[in-house]
């Protein structure tokens, strides 16, 4: 505790005495300072002790003692030191009739006492206070790091960072989730703070933001009872967050306490961030090996040697192997242009390309396709990283990333926490967008919102089968991207219309010119071709059904069907020139109401 009046008044060397203010000693004092001017406001900065002789103040004039002491309270003065024995052998009792007013603690100076012997013993009172708060401070970093490398880890950790400061602490994930809180009932008061958490997630870091001020929350947390709603909200929560450089925070560390945090709990606390970090953040010489390792347990996996894979993967992938999984790309459309595929799927006789010239992530909380600070919280492929490694994590799950450019491949378990966020993550973003179907126009294709990520899910499979997941995953992506959804699975590549891949300009191009020449006939007036000739093929080449659909005899609607044979030059008689003629027919429509 700094040093107060009534620790000084208690010290056996000054014997001060009270003359006024006897209720207000226990208010700590920053500073014992000495003044003779008339009005020393203006050199006064809050918490001080006052000390004067009385030699340039009218102590004896009511009106000009009050206004004296006015000021001095309006400017944070603590106490009044008066000398006796100076100039006055009493205080004169204008002063001290103004402190008693104000409520200004007024102390009694014997002559033998001098005023460095005050400031000395303020002087030395502070430092030892320092002294503890930094001893202190050690003592926590000390106990936190016990902690933070015992088997329970963080849960360890925030119980002792929580009794530090006698209050709350909370631990929050990538995804802004809470994993850890201590006591347990700070998990229902860190819940209602995933806005603000959000609110810091989304700044570069380290950063931290304070929320609410004061309330008393302290004690109870420190009684492990959980306090009343309305005194847990009007507590002080502190939010920090954890990870290096300006990537994406990789967490965020919550203290709630009843007041302003003192010397002793911020060196707790910063510790506490220190040792959170380290425990999410891993060596670059860690990243650099297991990139490597993940990058050749799937050039493997697509090669068909699983057993080899398997024996590579080790104890860091290997349980990955042991149940079916799923196979995941994804990936940034940029320019327009379709992505070229990570690796080549291989044939029977064929090994895939040497992919993966980035490489993997695993589910202990740290990204590996970019270094720290070179990806940005916007960035949707390391936000999608973030997202399903944090699910992952929270349940021991293995998870293996290989990012590529702007092309991403996660291997995870099937019906696992991390397909079962990337699925969630989808509809959340979909949600933003404000459909949850949106075909991509060509403006779309050229200039891909900042959210514009598309992914491809394959059916589950297992290591002798991965080729053939990279192959589903594949589909599913180019038909995420044509039908405009974030995320396809591969069992729903089947379903619905296929009308939806005909919108390609590739397509269209080869309907507009297939049906040129029809239309170009019907827009003479000569005749309506272009909807006989829809209307013929959705009947099966049924006469009479078309002839009535189109309210022309059976006779008009052959003679017209014989004119399209001889302008495209191409007999109605071939299925393949139905088919085509279907289709172009379909694309041209699709692309008139698109």
């Keep these: 505790m700094p040093p107060t009046l009534a620790s000084l008044v208690r010290h056996p060397g000054l014997k001060l005495s009270v003359l006024a203010g006897e209720d207000r000693l226990e208010t700590p004092v920053r500073w014992a300072h000495v003044s003779e001017l008339a009005d020393p406001v203006p050199y006064m900065e809050g918490g001080e002790l ?86 202190a401070g050690f003592e926590a970093q000390r106990e936190l790091t016990r902690a933070a490398i015992g088997a329970e880890g963080p849960a360890a950790l925030l119980a002792r960072l929580a009794a530090h400061v006698d209050g709350w602490a909370a631990l929050y994930d990538v995804s802004g989730s809470v994993v850890a809180a201590a006591p347990d009932w700070a998990a229902r008061r860190a819940a209602r703070l995933t806005a603000d958490v959000e609110r810091l997630r989304s700044r570069p870091g380290p950063a931290s933001i304070v929320v609410g001020g004061g309330g008393g929350g302290g004690e109870a947390g420190a009684k492990g009872a959980e306090p009343a709603e309305d005194t847990a909200a009007a507590d002080r929560v502190e939010l920090q967050s954890l990870g290096t450089g300006r990537r994406t925070t990789r967490g965020v560390l919550a203290v709630g306490t009843g007041a302003p945090l003192g010397t002793a709990e911020r060196y707790a606390v910063h510790s506490a961030v220190a040792l959170l970090t380290l425990t999410t953040e891993r060596s670059r010489a860690l990243r650099e090996a297991e990139q490597r ?130 699925a969630e993550h989808a509809r959340a973003v979909e949600s933003r967008r404000g459909t949850k179907a949106r075909p991509r126009d060509r403006t779309a294709a050229t200039a891909p919102h900042g959210d514009e990520l598309v992914i491809g899910l394959s059916a589950p499979a297992g290591p002798i089968a991965a080729a053939a997941a990279y192959r589903q995953a594949e589909q ?90 001889e302008i495209l030059g191409r007999s109605l008689d071939d299925p393949d020139v139905r088919m085509e003629l279907w289709l172009a027919l379909k694309a041209t429509a699709a692309g008139t109401s698109a």
């Design 293 to 422: 390792l993940g990058a050749a347990v799937l050039r493997m996996l697509l090669a068909g040697e699983p057993d080899h894979a398997r024996a590579v993967a080790g104890r860091l992938y290997g349980g990955l192997l042991d149940a079916p999984f799923r196979m995941l790309v994804a990936e940034v459309p940029s320019g327009g242009a379709v992505q070229q595929p990570i690796a080549a799927t291989p044939g029977a006789d064929e090994a895939p390309q040497e992919p993966f010239a980035e490489a993997t992530t695993t589910a202990t909380g740290t990204a590996m396709g970019t270094t720290p600070g070179e990806a940005e919280a916007a960035d949707p492929l390391a936000t999608l990283t973030d997202t399903m490694e944090a699910a992952a994590a929270r349940i021991g799950e293995s998870v293996l990333v290989v990012p590529d450019g702007e092309r991403l491949i996660v291997l995870a378990p099937d019906g696992g926490a991390a397909v079962a966020a990337c």
């Design 50 to 135: 006052l000390l004067i002789t009385a030699m340039q103040i009218e102590a004896e004039d009511p009106e000009a003692m009050s206004r004296y002491v006015r000021r001095l309270v309006g400017a944070g003065v603590v106490g009044l030191g008066f000398a006796l024995g100076v100039k006055y052998a009493e205080v004169p009792a204008a002063l001290a009739a103004a402190a008693k007013e104000e409520g200004l603690p007024l102390i009694g100076v014997p002559r033998p006492t001098p005023f460095i012997a005050i400031s000395k013993a303020v002087s030395a009172a502070i430092a030892a206070d320092q002294y503890r708060a930094v001893t």
């Design 476 to 565: 599913a992506l180019s038909v995420a991207r044509r039908r405009g959804r974030m995320l396809v699975e591969h069992e729903q590549v089947a379903a619905g219309s296929v009308l939806p891949l005909l919108a390609d300009d590739a397509v269209r191009a080869f309907a507009d010119g297939t049906l040129r020449a029809l239309h170009e006939h019907d827009a003479t007036g000569r005749g309506d071709l272009v909807a006989s000739l829809r209307a013929w093929l959705s009947r099966h080449g049924q006469w009479d059904a078309a002839a009535a659909d189109l309210g022309v005899h059976r006779h008009t609607l052959r003679y017209r069907m014989r004119r399209v044979e």
